[in-house]
């Protein structure tokens, strides 16, 4: 209900110049934005919980994370 | 010659940045000089001598004393000034993410934080970091004469780099902190550093219970890899604050990021996104974290945990 009133009340919109400030120069421009690319593997082990363990510590060994 | 100055209170982070920033002036013409603040500083000049900065401006003056960010930003401004630093690097620690600020104001200087990536591109550094709750990445370039970079640690490698001339200078500097500090205690519960990790078990809600995370810990044990968390998992005080990972938490970087019983959200995975290796073990195939693991196991924690853990015993 309070939510419905707030809707009819009027709106103060204000510019800088209105509030006495001066817009400041940009000190930083945005050359792009965009979602980030992950370069992935996306390999999914199957089997049984033993099954897949074996295969993914197989994994990392050949990764050179295990076994180092 | 103008330089590229480079600090952080945390010695391996300003190595990482040196390293980096050696690289990156060659590209831009800049020369590479070191800071080092605080007790034990003229030990760190070698060190960062060896990562490459041809100048280590060194200050132990007892004001640095805790780094408190006042003080460094204004020994940095004042350092800045001597070097005739044309950019620098502060770590994008939790201390340099008070100070990188602060140094860019007295320098009249733009600010990056958390900066994730850095390339010279048309004689300009371009500087990626998370946007968006961490969505997208925002490249952007700072138009000022002088330029301030809060960099993430392990943005850069150590490997590979060549030493510089290492040349110390111990300069007089007048600062002073606004900060009294009236006590300084360990704290309590654990302490883990995830920025440095090189293996990190992540868990989740996937666990129904506290005692559950033993689980966690064996696993972690089994792989000589350090426990992180989601937000949830502390905010239920299973586990400290300090082994959140993600928006709230740590930007980490590790070999291997393996996360157990995470679904995946954008807030957890923008902290690992770094990571070499990702792997994820989730009962729902369906999880986001799949999307962007390099490998993958389907099945409940609860059995595969054990599994992995039995079959690590032989490694």
């Not at chain 1, 060994?61 to 295990?66: P, W």
């Not at chain 2, 060190?47 to 280590?56: P, Y």
């Not at chain 2, 620690?93 to 602060?102: C, V, W, Y």
């Not at chain 2, 009962?283 to 992995?308: R, S, T």
Request: hydrophobic residues 50%.
């Amino acid at each position: 209900m309070q939510i419905m009133k707030a809707k009819s009340k009027p709106l103060q919109v204000w510019s800088l110049a209105d509030i006495g400030i001066e817009a400041p120069a940009q000190v930083r421009e945005v050359v792009s934005n965009l979602a980030e690319e992950q370069d992935r593997k996306h390999i999914l082990f199957e089997g049984t919980a033993a099954e897949q363990a074996d295969a993914f510590v197989d994994a990392l060994i050949r990764e050179g994370v295990l076994g180092r | 010659m103008a330089v590229l100055l480079v600090y952080s209170e945390k010695i391996e982070t300003a190595r990482e940045l040196v390293a980096g920033g050696k690289e990156l002036g060659a590209a831009l013409g800049l020369g590479v000089s070191a800071v080092a603040l605080g007790p034990g500083a003229a030990a760190a000049a070698s060190e960062l001598a060896a990562a490459g900065a041809d100048t280590v401006y060194v200050s132990e003056d007892a004001a640095f004393e805790g780094w408190p960010a006042d003080a460094v930003a204004a020994g940095l401004a004042q350092i800045a000034d001597l070097a005739g630093a044309a950019v620098v690097f502060v770590g994008s620690t939790r201390r340099g993410k008070e100070t990188a600020p602060r140094l860019a104001q007295k320098l009249g200087a733009g600010c990056v934080t958390d900066v994730n990536g850095l390339a010279a591109e048309g004689g300009e550094l371009v500087a990626a970091r998370y946007a968006f709750g961490g969505a997208t990445v925002a490249r952007e370039k700072l138009t000022t004469p002088v330029k301030v970079f809060a960099v993430m640690p392990k943005t850069f490698s150590v490997e590979g780099a060549t030493a510089g001339a290492g040349k110390v200078e111990s300069p007089t500097l007048n600062v002073e902190s606004r900060v009294t500090v009236v006590d300084r205690r360990a704290k309590e519960g654990d302490h883990v550093n995830l920025d440095a990790a090189p293996l990190i078990v992540g868990v989740g809600r996937g666990f129904n219970a506290r005692e559950d995370l033993a689980l966690g810990d064996q696993l972690a044990a089994a792989l000589g890899a350090v426990v992180g968390c989601t937000k949830s998992l502390a905010d239920f005080e299973w586990l400290g604050e300090d082994r959140i990972i993600g928006l709230s938490g740590a930007k980490t970087a590790p070999d291997l990021y393996l996360g157990v019983g995470v679904s995946g959200q954008i807030q957890h995975t923008v902290g690992v996104a770094g990571a070499k290796l990702i792997a994820a073990v989730n009962k729902d195939k369906e999880a986001p974290i799949f999307a962007m693991a390099d490998y993958g196991l389907v099945g409940d924690l609860y059995e595969v945990v054990p599994a992995l853990v039995e079959r690590l015993k032989s490694v």
